[in-house]
């Protein structure tokens, strides 16, 4: 494994471990910007109804179960780096009835293990902060959607994100490790070129409007 590589899968075991999205979602105050951030994905990603979607980084499923939960795909594949972040996701799933077909791969962004344009739609939400070699990822992504498929991607503004930490981690979270485990503050104007190459930009913007610290760029595939 290359050693970049190898490094952001320590770094998102070390988070998983003492930084959980968990401790977000279900903190009342401090998981609002996480929970707003999903009601935009939901916004965006459109009519996914009986269609295919991935998740990039699902993790354990905070995402990939709103979508199913409110739109209903016919079927939803998660991939993420961290198994025991897959494990708590089909854990889960055995107390759900979904209808919609759940299938969860421990994969990386910059190899999918999905073959051509299989995908109808696309998440990646919060995960090329972690994720090096994003050409490669942003051009699997591109091979295994559909043409006209889309591509909801968000990051984290982080110089603002950085002046909210000693408030949230007041509020229980552990936002100590933020430093170790955010690799990369990207330019949105990089990471947009970047897409260009193989996308459509439909729309990029900030939330919440009052404090913009999360991008979110929606991507139709040339």
């Known amino acids: 494994m290359e050693k970049e590589i190898e490094h952001s899968v ?12 968990k401790d977000y979602y279900d903190n009342l105050i401090a998981g609002y910007p996480s929970r707003l951030r999903i009601r935009k994905i939901l916004k965006e990603i459109g009519n996914v109804r009986g269609k295919i979607v991935l998740d990039v980084g699902c993790e354990a499923g905070h995402v990939s179960r709103q979508i199913i939960e409110k ?5 939803i594949y998660g991939i993420d780096i961290i198994q025991e972040a897959l494990d708590e996701f089909k854990e889960i799933l055995k107390k759900k009835n979904y209808k919609t077909k759940v ?4 994969a990386f962004l910059q190899k999918i293990p999905f ?10 939400s919060e995960v ?5 070699q994003l050409k490669k990822g942003f051009s699997e992504m591109s091979r295994v959607l559909k043409k006209r498929g889309r591509a909801i991607i968000t990051f984290p503004n982080e110089r603002l994100r950085r002046m909210v930490y000693p408030f949230v981690k007041m509020l229980g979270v552990n936002t100590d490790i933020e430093k170790d485990v955010t690799l990369y503050d990207h ?7 970047m897409l260009r190459k193989h996308f459509f930009i439909r729309k990029f913007y900030r939330f919440p409007f009052y404090f913009p610290m999360t991008h979110l760029i929606v991507c139709e595939k040339r």
């Open 10 to 21: 320590n770094m998102a075991k070390k988070e998983w471990d003492e930084e959980p999205m």
């Open 71 to 75: 739109k209903f795909p016919k079927e």
């Open 187 to 193: 330019d949105p104007r990089r990471i947009l070129g």
């Open 115 to 124: 073959g051509k344009e299989k995908f109808d739609a696309l998440v990646c």
């Open 103 to 106: 299938i969860l791969k421990r």
């Open 128 to 132: 090329i902060e972690h994720a090096p």
